[in-house]
Every structure is written in C-alpha cells, then in structure tokens.
Nanobody
C-alpha cells in the first residue's frame, strides 16, 4: 500500500520555475531516502536529486545550483524546487523510494514538466 504521488508539473517558459511535490502514504516516511528521477522520450531515466533521512542532499550535475530538494517529514512530503528551467529539463519527473528496511521500492506515477517558449 506504500504510495508516492507527485504533483506540480506543467508548462513553463525557459528561465521560469516550478515546484514539484511528492506525498507519501503507507510507509514510515522518515525512514527512507527519497529521490527524484526524470525521463525524456528516447532517453534513460536519470537521477535528478535525492535526500536522505538526515537531510543530506545529492544532485545531478545538470541541475546543481538550479534545483533544490527538501523534505517535511511531518507532512510526508518531498519537494523539488526547480528554478532557471531550461528546455533540456523537459521530462516526466518521478518520485522514488528505494528498497530498504525489508520494503520494496516504490515509484510514483510521474508528472510532466514541459519547458517551452
């Protein structure tokens, strides 16, 4: 019953901003690292950002300095703030919880981000 539900995707102009949210249910949220991945047509799914239980963050080089991942354990929510968006950021963005503590991995359904003028 563990689920991740993304929201906040949409159409934005280059240089604009979006904030994606990932809300977890059916899990002890603060036990897990949570990540954002993205995938464009014809490309491999790639890690965008991750945040650990302790709040340590990791970013892909392509988004470093532009994206910020954070978590609010009280709300079971991870946020990806995306600034200075580029055409290359266009993708479906997925929230992800890896397998840990004997639990299976969980993927969200994805939310579309389109950067276009």
């Amino acid at each position: 019953q563990a689920q991740l539900v993304e929201s906040g995707g949409g159409l934005v102009q280059p240089g604009g901003s979006l904030r994606l949210s990932c809300v977890a249910s059916g899990m002890v949220f603060d036990m897990f690292t949570i990540s954002w991945y993205r995938q464009s047509p014809g490309k491999q799914r790639e890690l965008v950002a991750a945040i650990t239980r302790g709040g340590t963050t990791n970013y892909a080089d392509s988004v470093m300095g532009r994206f910020t991942i954070s978590r609010d354990n009280a709300k079971n929510t991870v946020t990806l703030q995306m600034n200075s968006l580029k055409f290359e950021d266009t993708a479906v963005y997925y929230c992800y919880r890896p397998a840990a503590w004997g639990a299976d991995q969980v993927w969200g359904q994805g939310t579309q981000v389109t950067v276009s003028s």
